[in-house]
């Protein structure tokens, strides 16, 4: 057994690494992001907000869709990719409308990739791009 006891040492410290750097990457996410670019229209109040769920985020855009993400990448390249739907309350081809997401940190900017299926099967893309919101600007 004590033969085996470095190992073990290795193999914890080593999990516990890679649990300690995922989790600084969800949290580079976290909290609300305003949108400050998109190819759908501009919309000067449209925000999003991620929170821990679990093993994944949750994202909720104030303008009527949600989406569950999970986080991946090394800190020089952070993604964070799912599937959402749009609101059924949501005027418009969107309403009800699947997608998925890709969200792409880059600086101090979050990309958006959303891809909606529309109800021929085909896709439209939808991109933008948020910056934090901090309280006062």
Known sequence: MLKWMPVICISAAMTLAFVIVADAQEQMFLG???QVETNAG???T???EFAKNA???NVTANNGWSASVSVT???NHIEARGNGVWSTRKRGWVAGR???VL???IGQRLHMRMRVKKANGSRRLIEAVFE???LGA
């Open 32 to 34: 609300p992001w305003q």
């Open 42 to 44: 501009a919309c000067r």
């Open 46 to 48: 449209c925000r999003i």
């Open 55 to 57: 093993d994944f985020l």
């Open 73 to 75: 990448g090394s800190m």
């Open 98 to 100: 699947p997608f998925d």
């Open 103 to 105: 969200f792409r940190l």
């Open 132 to 134: 934090r919101k901090w």
